[in-house]
T-cell receptor, first 116, second 113 residues
Framework: GENVEQHPSTLSVQEGDSAVIKCTYS??????FPWYKQELGKGPQLIID?????GEKKDQRIAVTLNKTAKHFSLHITETQPEDSAVYFC???????????????FGQGTILTVHP | DSGVTQTPKHLITATGQRVTLRCSPR?????VYWYQQSLDQGLQFLIQ???????AKGNILERFSAQQFPDLHSELNLSSLELGDSALYFC????????????FGNGTRLTVT
């Protein structure tokens, strides 16, 4: 089955700096890659996602890049703010007759701390 | 607020017991997914239902079962509980069976003593 590796496990940055989290996946058939942010006591919240037919996607301070050849994708957060502090998860899935996009394989998570 | 409602928020029970976790998906969402989050295993997919029918299974134990009812709410039943079943259980929903992002509830924290 799919295996997703996520690095680093912890990341500490100063407010205003950029943060980059990287993930690699094993199943070359994976074609959907969402990123989730999880705050304490809450469920994962989708922050951005990308499909395999796109190499990069941006939403304000957040961007995701995908390299299908190398089977890795990254989350980039610019101008970080203290409220960006949370656990971030990458995930991967593949469609199989339209039923598998929700069967996500998650990375182990990155604890991001943004210091004021 | 994702619009996905899970009850109860916390559940404490003893080994060998059986519990039921409940999930109400976002209005209009037909697909429901159950995930387990633990420190050692991370976030793992358990099972998916679409409009009342089971669609996909992940690493779900035989002691665990789920169903989705005609009103689209779902229940996850955990029986013969073991200490290792202590975890956060999340429900997520999406509008359709194919590509659409998942929206997670805030989970049920199960503690087995």
């Amino acid at each position: 089955g799919e295996n997703v590796e996520q690095h680093p496990s912890t990341l500490s940055v100063q407010e205003g700096d950029s943060a980059v989290i990287k993930c690699t996946y094993s199943d070359s058939a994976s074609n959907y890659f969402p990123w989730y942010k999880q705050e304490l006591g809450k469920g994962p919240q989708l922050i951005i996602d990308i499909r395999s037919n796109v190499g990069e996607k941006k939403d304000q301070r957040i961007a995701v890049t995908l390299n299908k050849t190398a089977k890795h994708f990254s989350l980039h957060i610019t101008e970080t703010q203290p409220e960006d502090s949370a656990v971030y998860f990458c995930a991967a899935s593949r469609s199989a007759g339209g039923t598998s996009y929700g069967k996500l394989t998650f990375g182990q998570g990155t604890i991001l701390t943004v210091h004021p | 607020d994702s619009g996905v409602t899970q009850t109860p928020k916390h559940l404490i029970t003893a080994t060998g017991q059986r519990v039921t976790l409940r999930c109400s998906p976002r209005s209009g969402d037909l697909s429901v997914y159950w995930y387990q989050q633990s420190l050692d295993q991370g976030l793992q997919f358990l099972i998916q239902y679409y409009n009342g029918e089971e669609r996909a299974k992940g690493n779900i134990l035989e002691r665990f079962s789920a169903q989705q009812f005609p009103d689209l709410h779902s229940e996850l039943n955990l029986s013969s509980l073991e200490l290792g079943d202590s975890a956060l259980y999340f429900c997520a929903s999406s509008p359709i069976e194919g590509f659409s992002p998942l929206h997670f509830g805030n989970g049920t924290r199960l503690t087995v003593t």
